[in-house]
Nanobody, 123 residues
Framework: QADLVESGGGLVQAGGSLRLSCAGSRRNFDHYAMAWFRQAPGKDREFVAA????????AYPDSVKGRFIISRDHAKNAMYLQMNNLKSEDTAVYYC????????????????WGQGTQVTVSS
Protein backbone atom coordinates (compact mmCIF):
# COMPACT_ATOMS: atom_id res chain seq x y z
CA GLN A 1 0.00 0.00 0.00
CA ALA A 2 1.22 3.49 -0.91
CA ASP A 3 2.10 6.03 1.76
CA LEU A 4 -0.33 8.52 0.22
CA VAL A 5 -3.70 7.80 -1.40
CA GLU A 6 -5.55 10.38 -3.49
CA SER A 7 -9.28 10.46 -4.14
CA GLY A 8 -11.94 12.83 -5.40
CA GLY A 9 -11.02 13.09 -9.06
CA GLY A 10 -13.58 12.87 -11.82
CA LEU A 11 -15.25 14.56 -14.75
CA VAL A 12 -16.56 18.09 -14.29
CA GLN A 13 -17.74 20.85 -16.59
CA ALA A 14 -15.72 24.02 -17.00
CA GLY A 15 -16.57 26.46 -14.23
CA GLY A 16 -17.34 23.65 -11.80
CA SER A 17 -15.58 22.53 -8.63
CA LEU A 18 -13.92 19.42 -7.26
CA ARG A 19 -12.29 18.61 -3.94
CA LEU A 20 -9.34 16.24 -3.95
CA SER A 21 -8.27 14.39 -0.84
CA CYS A 22 -4.94 12.85 0.06
CA ALA A 23 -4.94 10.39 2.93
CA GLY A 24 -1.77 9.38 4.66
CA SER A 25 -1.30 5.72 5.46
CA ARG A 26 1.44 3.69 7.15
CA ARG A 27 2.92 6.81 8.74
CA ASN A 28 1.92 10.09 10.39
CA PHE A 29 2.48 13.15 8.20
CA ASP A 30 2.21 15.77 10.93
CA HIS A 31 5.78 17.00 10.41
CA TYR A 32 5.86 16.69 6.64
CA ALA A 33 5.38 19.50 4.14
CA MET A 34 2.89 18.40 1.52
CA ALA A 35 2.02 19.42 -1.99
CA TRP A 36 -0.10 18.75 -5.06
CA PHE A 37 1.35 18.32 -8.53
CA ARG A 38 -0.34 17.49 -11.81
CA GLN A 39 0.68 15.99 -15.10
CA ALA A 40 -1.18 16.24 -18.38
CA PRO A 41 -0.44 13.88 -21.28
CA GLY A 42 2.80 14.81 -23.02
CA LYS A 43 3.67 17.45 -20.44
CA ASP A 44 6.04 17.67 -17.48
CA ARG A 45 4.79 17.32 -13.94
CA GLU A 46 3.58 20.75 -12.78
CA PHE A 47 3.45 22.30 -9.31
CA VAL A 48 -0.10 23.09 -8.16
CA ALA A 49 0.02 23.90 -4.44
CA ALA A 50 2.05 23.32 -1.30
CA UNK A 51 1.45 23.64 2.42
CA UNK A 52 3.83 23.73 5.36
CA UNK A 53 3.77 21.04 8.02
CA UNK A 54 2.01 23.39 10.43
CA UNK A 55 -0.42 24.45 7.73
CA UNK A 56 0.29 28.14 8.23
CA UNK A 57 2.09 28.71 4.93
CA UNK A 58 0.87 27.90 1.44
CA ALA A 59 2.08 28.52 -2.10
CA TYR A 60 0.47 28.42 -5.53
CA PRO A 61 1.57 29.13 -9.09
CA ASP A 62 -0.20 31.96 -10.90
CA SER A 63 -2.12 29.45 -13.02
CA VAL A 64 -4.26 28.32 -10.06
CA LYS A 65 -3.93 31.20 -7.58
CA GLY A 66 -7.33 32.47 -6.53
CA ARG A 67 -9.08 29.30 -7.77
CA PHE A 68 -7.44 26.47 -5.78
CA ILE A 69 -7.09 26.17 -2.01
CA ILE A 70 -4.83 23.69 -0.25
CA SER A 71 -5.50 22.66 3.34
CA ARG A 72 -4.68 19.88 5.75
CA ASP A 73 -6.23 18.18 8.74
CA HIS A 74 -3.69 16.76 11.17
CA ALA A 75 -6.35 14.88 13.12
CA LYS A 76 -7.24 12.94 9.97
CA ASN A 77 -3.68 12.72 8.63
CA ALA A 78 -5.03 14.18 5.40
CA MET A 79 -4.58 16.98 2.91
CA TYR A 80 -7.09 18.53 0.53
CA LEU A 81 -7.24 20.57 -2.66
CA GLN A 82 -10.40 22.57 -3.28
CA MET A 83 -10.53 23.42 -6.97
CA ASN A 84 -12.98 26.07 -8.12
CA ASN A 85 -13.77 27.64 -11.48
CA LEU A 86 -12.10 24.73 -13.23
CA LYS A 87 -10.82 25.19 -16.76
CA SER A 88 -10.08 22.69 -19.52
CA GLU A 89 -6.36 23.32 -19.01
CA ASP A 90 -6.69 21.93 -15.48
CA THR A 91 -7.26 18.47 -16.96
CA ALA A 92 -4.48 16.19 -15.68
CA VAL A 93 -3.59 13.43 -13.26
CA TYR A 94 -3.20 15.02 -9.84
CA TYR A 95 -0.64 13.67 -7.37
CA CYS A 96 -0.08 14.42 -3.72
CA UNK A 97 3.43 14.39 -2.33
CA UNK A 98 5.19 14.78 1.00
CA UNK A 99 8.66 15.59 2.27
CA UNK A 100 10.31 16.30 5.57
CA UNK A 101 11.25 19.92 6.19
CA UNK A 102 10.03 22.99 4.37
CA UNK A 103 7.72 22.86 1.39
CA UNK A 104 8.98 23.23 -2.16
CA UNK A 105 7.54 23.79 -5.62
CA UNK A 106 10.07 21.38 -7.11
CA UNK A 107 8.79 17.84 -7.56
CA UNK A 108 12.32 16.43 -7.18
CA UNK A 109 12.35 17.59 -3.56
CA UNK A 110 9.52 15.20 -2.62
CA UNK A 111 10.24 11.56 -1.82
CA UNK A 112 6.74 10.29 -0.99
CA TRP A 113 4.01 10.16 -3.65
CA GLY A 114 0.50 8.91 -4.19
CA GLN A 115 -0.68 7.00 -7.23
CA GLY A 116 -2.61 9.94 -8.71
CA THR A 117 -6.24 10.74 -9.45
CA GLN A 118 -7.60 11.84 -12.82
CA VAL A 119 -9.32 15.20 -13.18
CA THR A 120 -11.04 15.90 -16.48
CA VAL A 121 -12.64 19.26 -17.21
CA SER A 122 -14.97 19.39 -20.18
CA SER A 123 -15.48 22.67 -22.01
Amino acid sequence: QADLVESGGGLVQAGGSLRLSCAGSRRNFDHYAMAWFRQAPGKDREFVAAISWRGGSTAYPDSVKGRFIISRDHAKNAMYLQMNNLKSEDTAVYYCAARGGTFSSNSYDYNLWGQGTQVTVSS
